[in-house]
């Protein structure tokens, strides 16, 4: 499974930027995705989940009401809509997938991770 994520940025605090990670896989409708991030100097940490068919989603905390995780599986493709962007939320974004169950949290086992995109968010 190779996953490239896209839509990183610069942005304004309040602004929106949309991500998406796209995964070479022909059975992609049967795994978990989900995004993390990593801050400069921080540990990764988990951002948003979805399950296989799109019909679950989970969010941590801090972003729920403002990031919207999505998929389209005619298309391999996972999104992360993130609106009122906060300079808090300024890091590399991860997507990562895992074959079957979706899993949430910082140490939620996700097998294949994409090589990540920035996202700076300035005050």
């Known amino acids: 499974v190779q996953l490239q994520a896209s839509g990183g940025g610069l942005v304004q605090a309040g602004g929106s930027l949309r991500l998406s990670c796209a995964a070479s896989v022909p059975t992609f409708s049967t795994y978990a995705m989900a995004w993390f991030r990593q801050a400069p100097g921080k540990e990764r940490e988990y951002v948003a989940a979805?399950?296989?068919?799109?019909?679950?989603?989970y969010y941590k905390d801090s972003v729920k009401g403002r990031f919207t995780v999505s998929r389209d599986n005619a298309k391999n493709t996972v999104y992360l809509q993130m609106e009122s962007l906060e300079p808090e939320d300024t890091a590399i974004y991860y997507c990562a997938a895992r074959w079957g169950t979706v899993l949430t949290g910082n140490r939620a086992p996700y097998n294949y991770w994409g090589q990540g995109t920035l996202v700076t968010v300035s005050s």
């Open positions: 979805i399950s296989k068919s799109g019909d679950s989603s």
